[in-house]
Structures are given as C-alpha cells and as structure tokens.
C-alpha cells in the first residue's frame, strides 16, 4: 500500500498563502490521480482539488477555483497543494488521497487510500 502522509499545514491571516505537499510513503502513487478534500469542524468532508496521475488534468471545487493550484510530480513521489488568498472559511483538516483511478474523480468514494490530515487556520 501506498499510505499518503501530508505536511505543510498551520495558521495564517486571511490573505496570505499555505502551500501542502504529500509525499507518498512505501511505492509510488502509482498511475493513481491524487486528490485533496478538506473537512471542516462540524461540516462533512468535501472535495478540494484533483489531478490525474500525469498531471495533464486538474479539477477544482469552485469554492477554490483560481486562489488554489495542485501539481505533481512523480520524480518525487509528492503532490502539491498552492493555496493563496486563503479565507476563514478554508478553514479545515486538509486531507491527501490517493484515486483508484488515474483520471480525475470528485467522490471521495472514489479515493482509497487517505493521509492523516494536516490542520488549516484562516484567520480573519
């Protein structure tokens, strides 16, 4: 198994700017896409940020469309999550997957293995 393992997270000021990275721990990703999904307190999870395991393909929720960029790369077995013009509400436990698939899925049933999660805090 590939278990993702994320870093990167913290506290910031609305505004500013966080980068994520995932590295995989064991193989490699695998021809997998990767994805990123974030959980707010009190909210379900939901679906952040997409890219095919070539990084020919990004999908983005529209809640982050054009302040988030995701890429890949696969020399290095870590994807990577650019998040700028952060807002309060992109507060959350930002969590790394990996797709059982190698094209671009939003439903997080479509992920089979998950990271730990890496907290987020937006402050306004």
């Known amino acids: 198994q590939v278990q993702p393992v994320e870093s990167g997270g913290g506290l910031v000021q609305a505004g500013g700017s966080l980068s994520l990275s995932c590295a995989a721990s064991?193989?490699?990703?695998?021809?997998?896409?990767m994805g990123w999904f974030r959980r707010a307190l009190g909210k379900d999870r939901e679906f952040v940020a997409v890219?095919?395991?070539?990084?020919?393909?990004?999908f983005y929720a529209d809640s982050v469309k054009g302040r988030f960029t995701i890429f890949i790369d696969n020399s290095k077995n870590t994807v990577s999550l650019q998040m700028n013009s952060l807002k309060p509400e992109d507060t959350a436990v930002y969590y790394c997957?990996?797709?059982?698939?190698?094209?671009?899925?939003?439903?997080?049933?479509?992920?089979?293995?998950w990271g730990q999660g890496t907290q987020v805090t937006v402050s306004s």
């Open positions: 064991g193989r490699t990703f695998s021809n997998s896409a």
């Open positions: 890219i095919s395991w070539n990084g020919g393909t990004t």
């Open positions: 997957t990996r797709s059982l698939y190698s094209g671009v899925r939003i439903a997080s049933t479509d992920y089979g293995y």
